[in-house]
């Protein structure tokens, strides 16, 4: 089947051709041969016509997803006044009284992760490495958010969303005076971990942030992987509409996280 050739090669462009205004910053370890993989790394039966109709399909969701970016109609760009820390994280011995749980605070180096616009993070060792994630606005905007981790399976994972319909606080404030944590501090968004799987020594995933003033429904977006499941994506919560009294700004931040055998 020649077709399915040439799907797998425009999906592998796909990864090495992410937009570069997508990104966080554009250092030059962006560039296609540095991205570490040239393969996918699942695969189903090319004479089952339906599993690969549903990989297609997922491809075509993952990269429109990823790609998508705001117009450059303004000067105003949000990522200019947003600030991301990927950190790695640790359990303490403290209590939260509210959950009894034990609290999952940084590590006591505080480094941020996040270096020259990517991520490096050691998955499958004897420790369990736990990542947390902690998003700071210095805008004057109140500004809402919503995080997802695109995997190299096609899968859409949400790491953060806010409630849809009402009127849902935004969680950055403004000028720095709050910040959006995510696997440690209040709330209850887990902590990331990171796998690989036998025989692979490095994948690549991308964390991509939504920030607007305004808040998105952007429950479309999440969706299981298609080699490991049904591949649909969960149903749409409802589309709803309310009064706007101000323009609708929205921005994207898009970081790759390299997963490196220990």
């Known amino acids: 089947m020649p077709f399915l050739s040439e799907i797998g090669t425009w999906i592998l462009s796909s ?25 996918l790394c699942q695969t189903v039966d090319r004479n089952d016509v339906s ?18 970016s705001t117009p450059r109609v303004s000067e105003l760009q949000l990522r200019s006044g947003i600030t991301v820390e ?18 999952i605070v940084p590590d006591k180096t505080g480094k941020n992760l996040l270096v020259n616009g990517e991520v490096t993070v050691l998955a499958n ?12 606005s210095s805008l004057k905007h109140l500004l809402h958010c919503s995080v997802f981790f695109f995997d190299s399976d096609f899968s859409v994972i949400s790491y953060y969303q806010p409630a849809v319909g009402g009127n849902p606080d935004p969680p950055l404030d403004s000028q720095g005076e709050g910040a959006l944590t995510i696997g440690f501090g209040a709330g209850s968004s887990q902590p990331q971990l990171y796998t690989l799987q036998d025989g692979q020594d490095f994948d690549l995933g991308f964390l991509k942030i939504f920030v607007s003033n305004v808040p998105l429904d952007l429950s479309h977006i999440p969706r299981e992987s298609p080699f490991e499941s049904t591949g649909k994506a969960p149903a749409p919560r409802g589309a709803h509409t309310r009064e706007r009294t101000k323009a609708s700004l929205w921005d994207t931040i898009v970081i790759p996280v390299k997963q490196r055998r220990v």
């Open 125 to 136: 060792g004897s420790e369990t490495r736990l990542y947390g994630i902690k998003i700071t």
């Open 51 to 68: 599993r690969v109709v549903l990989v297609i399909e997922a491809a075509v969701h993952y990269f429109r997803h990823l790609r998508s």
């Open 86 to 103: 990927f950190l790695l994280l640790e359990e303490c011995e403290e209590v939260d009284p509210d959950t009894t749980l034990k609290l």
């Open 15 to 39: 990864f090495n051709s992410l937009l570069p205004d997508c990104l966080v910053d554009r250092p030059t370890s962006h560039a296609a041969h540095d991205w570490g993989t040239n393969r």
